[in-house]
């Protein structure tokens, strides 16, 4: 795991907390590694969601979300976004400290009936992916909130 990734963990780990939301760690069950997912939270009345976090230091200047979709150092070459199995997506702005969380069923329905207007970019390690506005997600999104 990268250092920015884990901060990113850190951080949603003591907003849920800070929440009272019950939050168990699955990101180093191999189970649940494999589909890329980061926690499972309970919410007050038992249900269940799945979770992948991302932490990005760019976002805040560019305004993006990278959006993996291949990378070549994972299984199959695959980026996070073409496998993962989470329900949502925890994604902080690592400068401003603020979390956007949106299921990955809209942010996938985004991207597919969007994808000829998104643009497509690479990162000197060799993954590569989308980068999606967040100001033409925003209506998206299930919530944000500072960490």
Known sequence: MNILGDE???????L?????VKTDDVSGNPEYWVKDIDFIITDRYGNERT????????????????????NPRSIG????????????????????????????????????????????????DGSKGYLVKLKEIKPLLMWETAA
């Open 8 to 14: 990113g963990e850190r951080a949603f780990a003591e």
């Open 77 to 124: 070459q695959q980026g996070w976004f073409n496998f993962t199995e989470a329900e949502i997506l925890a994604y902080e702005d690592a400068n401003n400290k603020i979390f956007y969380f949106i299921t990955l069923e809209n942010l996938r329905n985004y991207i597919n009936t969007n994808k000829q207007n998104i643009k497509i970019a690479g990162t000197p």
């Open 16 to 20: 849920m907390k800070k929440n009272n």
């Open 51 to 70: 979770i992948e976090v991302k932490n990005d230091a760019c976002m805040s200047k560019t305004g993006n979300l990278y959006i993996e979709t291949f």
